[in-house]
Each structure stands twice: as structure tokens, then as C-alpha cells.
């Protein structure tokens, strides 16, 4: 089992930055890839981040390419993601997920068995 703890959700101003943490424990050693997703009122969830966690490979949907970023530190079993100008449509519960497979498609919710608590990111404009 994996074991996920998220933390670094908050309150920000249109434009602003936050950056996610995701802490990993347990069986760490089987985890293939770490995904970020999000939720917000009344929307399903959807994919926002991947990134594999040997290679370090990331992976974004559409709607944060170039304004998320997503990083790991293997040695603390840690994955970060960095929000830059984030807008009101940022507003969500954002999940860090564990994925243990490799041959799996990285933005389907489906291809990870382990989740976070979610943290709140509420974007005011």
C-alpha cells in the first residue's frame, strides 16, 4: 500500500502562484508515476499533471501546459507541483495520486490506486 499526504492549499489572487506538496509512504519502491488532479463544485475531475518517477518525464493537460509545473525529489519520496498565474477557473480540490503501473495511461483517474486527501486552491479575481 501507498500512503499520500497533500498539503500547501490556500487562498490566492488572481494571477498569483502556489505550489502543491505530496508527501509518499509506504510501498514507494512500486510506484511507477505520480498524477495531479483536480475537482471542482459540480465538474467532474480532471487530469491536470503527471510525471514518471525514475525518468522524471512530465506530462500536462491542455489547460495549465505552460503555467504548472510539476517536480519530484525521489530521495524525500516527494512530488511538488507549481501553480503560476492562476485564475479563477484554478478554483478546485487538488489530488496527488500514485499510479504502480507502467503501461498505463497517465491521464485517466482509473490508472491510479492510491490517493491524497485533496487541499483546496480557491483563486479570487
Known amino acids: 500500500q501507498v500512503q499520500l499526504v497533500e498539503s500547501g492549499g490556500g487562498l490566492v489572487q488572481a494571477g498569483g502562484s502556489l505550489r502543491l506538496s505530496c508527501a509518499a509512504s509506504?510501498?514507494?519502491?512500486?510506484?511507477?508515476?505520480m498524477g495531479w488532479f483536480r475537482q471542482a463544485p459540480g465538474k467532474e475531475r480532471e487530469f491536470v499533471a503527471a510525471?514518471?518517477?525514475?525518468?522524471?518525464?512530465?506530462y500536462y493537460a491542455d489547460s495549465v501546459e505552460g503555467r504548472f509545473s510539476t517536480s519530484r525529489d525521489n530521495a524525500k519520496n516527494m512530488v511538488y507541483l507549481q501553480m503560476n498565474s492562476l485564475n479563477a477557473g484554478d478554483t478546485a480540490v487538488y489530488y496527488c495520486a500514485a499510479a504502480p503501473k507502467i503501461n498505463i495511461r497517465l491521464e485517466y483517474a482509473s490508472s491510479y490506486p492510491y490517493w491524497g486527501q485533496g487541499t483546496q486552491v480557491t483563486v479570487s479575481s
Open positions: 509506504g510501498r514507494t519502491f512500486s510506484i511507477y508515476a
Open positions: 510525471i514518471t518517477w525514475s525518468g522524471g518525464r512530465t
